[in-house]
């Protein structure tokens, strides 16, 4: 059985993984920051990587609905695999809902939307349920997509180190042997 990943899987992977954590440990900081200048400017590169997350994620999940799900290479318990697949799809799912709720949020609260100076939605009124929806999603998903990521990162390192069985050196492009 052929467990290699293909190059594309393996690079929107990593490329997905590392920018979200980035973004969403960006985000943490600045949340942090006293209101003014710096933090309004700040939060305007979060906001453009966080839309640069969006397009590569939503690339990403183009890519495994064509590709399909990924075999595992260790042999699951039941419980493992429900696990692994609600891990899984909690990490999909957030890697686009972070996005569209900070731009909810955005767009809500009348600040339109841009990426690194180039608008791609304008300022207008606010839209205070849009807004406040964004928000409500926003926060709290932060911290449940933390979570998953820690979660995802001690499996696979599990599985590297424990099990033995090869799962992260085939997401890093490599054969187990």
């Known amino acids: 059985m052929n467990n290699k990943l293909s190059t594309p899987t393996i690079v929107l992977h990593w490329l997905t993984g590392l920018l979200f954590i980035g973004v969403l440990a960006f985000g943490l900081y600045v949340e942090e920051l006293p209101k ?8 305007a590169l979060h906001k453009s990587f966080g839309i640069t997350v969006l397009c590569i994620a939503f690339v990403r999940l183009l890519w495994r609905l064509k ?20 891990v899984h799809m909690v990490l999909l799912i957030g890697t ?8 909810m949020m955005s767009i809500g609260g009348g600040h ?38 820690i979660i995802h990162i001690a499996a696979a390192l599990k599985h590297q180190f424990i099990d033995k069985d090869g799962t992260l050196s085939r997401m890093l492009g490599k054969n187990k042997n």
Not at 74 to 83: G, N, P
Not at 96 to 101: A, F, G, V, W, Y
Not at 121 to 130: A, H, L, Q, R, T
Request: glycine share 10%; aromatic share 8%; hydrophobic share 50%.
């Open 36 to 43: 003014g200048a710096e933090k309004f400017e700040l939060l």
């Open 67 to 86: 590709e399909g799900e990924i075999s595992h290479v260790a042999q699951l318990t039941k419980m493992q695999e429900i696990l692994a697949k609600s």
């Open 96 to 103: 686009l809902l972070m996005p569209i709720s900070g731009l």
């Open 112 to 149: 339109g939307a841009a990426l690194f100076g180039f608008e791609l939605y304008p300022k207008s009124e606010k839209n205070e349920w849009m807004g406040n929806l964004g928000h409500d999603i926003h926060a709290p998903a932060a911290w449940l997509l933390l979570l998953a990521i």
